[in-house]
């Protein structure tokens, strides 16, 4: 059996290279992530090989990280990007009652709020004098909500700034979107992108299957209808983000099933721009509570889970998103050796993974950022959502140059 990995192993998992670790691995395990560090193709892996690298302990797991940062360098470089970007999440109340969700309130809770269109607009004009490039809008879905009110949380923002990009609206939104109006799905969401839609959050993932789902909300929209949503959408040129949730009450098979998944998706559509996986907090969560979950994912867990994503992923979805509002600075560091190329968003005003107990903050400024990604040994660059233009514009002390440029791998 392969021994445990103490935790001071798994922080100096950087420090090694391929040729060292690569004699301490067990055969199949080496065979597997060769075949993709030559290939630079997950698509080369059997199920099983996916299989094997999920449940990857003691040697094979630092093969696994260390394969994944070398994957990550030959696809995408040394450059870390972050995109500077403005959360609003309207409303807090909603009926859907996930139980990990510890951001939504009953309507008749004393700490709801609603914002007006006149103060979504604000938000907006405000986060564009701040230099931000995208605002992202989700919010909890209130029951009664007049049927074209997403369409005009569209038009209020592209009102204020034409140019702003927006990033808006899960799966769940959308399917509720056409419930409200009694529209076709296609022509709902074509109405929302001739409306200013942009891009869509591929959130309301979670794990993509429903036994787990009916666990984590039984009233959420079903795998089918999350899959339904984010292909049409790509077919109509919305492109969108794709995520897992992980280290709730899931197995590392479900991953490797959701990653597969994603990969069909991706070698049909073409339409995401990059995966997100997203650690459970637990802390003030009913699921966690109620004695459902584990209490979030372990530090072996989070690596595994990115390095896996980088391995899996190779060639179809090369953009890596560590999501820093749920890890401490040093864990989203070392998730950047594990394969991750992406810092996510400044986003100012974070509430849904504070509330669930997150302590990394609201807000992290580009300077942060930029600190942050140095301090890793890597090259900070801002971009926009779809990853089609990147910013350099290093750290003052280590300024060399500032160019912008399209990458290859957008
Ligand atoms: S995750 Fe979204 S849909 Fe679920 S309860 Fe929270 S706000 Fe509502």
Redesign the pocket.
């Given at each position: 059996m392969a021994r445990t990995l103490a935790p001071s192993e798994l922080e100096n998992f950087p420090s090694l290279d391929w040729s060292a670790i690569a004699p301490r691995l067990t055969p199949d395990c080496r065979a597997a992530l060769e075949k993709v560090l030559t290939s630079l193709d997950g698509s080369f892996l059997s199920r099983e090989q996916c299989e094997q690298l999920a449940y990857a302990e003691g040697d094979d797991l630092l093969g696994l990280l260390v394969a994944a940062n070398a994957l990550r360098a030959e696809l995408v470089g040394n450059i870390v990007t972050y995109v500077v970007n403005r959360n609003i999440n309207f409303t807090?109340i909603?009926?859907?009652?996930?139980k990990?969700?510890a951001?939504?309130r009953g309507p008749r809770e004393s700490d709801t709020y609603f914002l007006s269109f006149d103060q979504i607009a604000e938000k907006t004009r405000e986060a564009w004098a701040l230099g931000s490039t995208e605002v992202c809008i989700?919010?909890?879905?209130p029951r009664d909500l007049p049927p074209f009110y997403y369409r005009d949380v569209l038009r209020a923002v592209k009102n204020a700034v034409p140019q702003m990009h927006i990033h808006a609206f899960?799966p769940?939104e959308i399917v509720y979107g056409v419930e409200l109006t009694g529209m076709p799905l296609p022509d709902y969401l074509a109405m929302l992108r001739d409306n200013g839609l942009d891009t869509l959050p591929g959130t309301?993932a979670e794990i993509l299957d429903d036994d787990v789902r009916f666990v984590l909300?039984r009233?959420?929209l079903s795998t089918e209808q999350w899959k339904e949503v984010v292909r049409t959408a790509h077919r109509l040129g919305i492109r969108s983000t794709s995520t897992m949730m992980y280290g709730h009450l899931e197995t590392p098979t479900h991953w490797v099933n959701q990653l597969l998944l994603l990969r069909e998706i991706q070698n049909e559509t073409g339409g995401f721009t990059e995966f997100v996986p997203l650690g459970f907090v637990h802390s003030n969560t009913i699921l966690f509570h109620q004695g459902l979950s584990r209490s979030g994912p372990s530090l072996a867990e989070h690596l595994k889970v990115h390095a896996l994503s980088r391995v899996m992923l190779a060639g179809s979805i090369n953009n890596l998103q560590v999501s820093w509002v749920k890890l401490n600075r040093k864990l989203s560091q070392l998730c950047l050796h594990a394969g991750a190329n992406d810092y996510g968003g400044t986003l100012m005003e974070e509430n849904?993974s504070r509330e669930a107990g997150a302590t990394a903050g609201q807000y992290t400024s580009p300077d942060d950022f930029q600190a942050l990604i140095l301090e890793a040994g890597r090259i900070p660059a801002e971009r926009n959502t779809t990853y089609t233009r990147i910013h350099l514009k290093l750290h003052p002390e280590e300024f060399v140059a500032e160019e912008t440029f399209e990458p290859e791998f957008a």
């Open positions: 807090n909603c009926f859907v009652g996930c990990f969700c951001f939504s989700q919010g909890g879905l899960s769940m309301a909300s009233n959420k849904i």
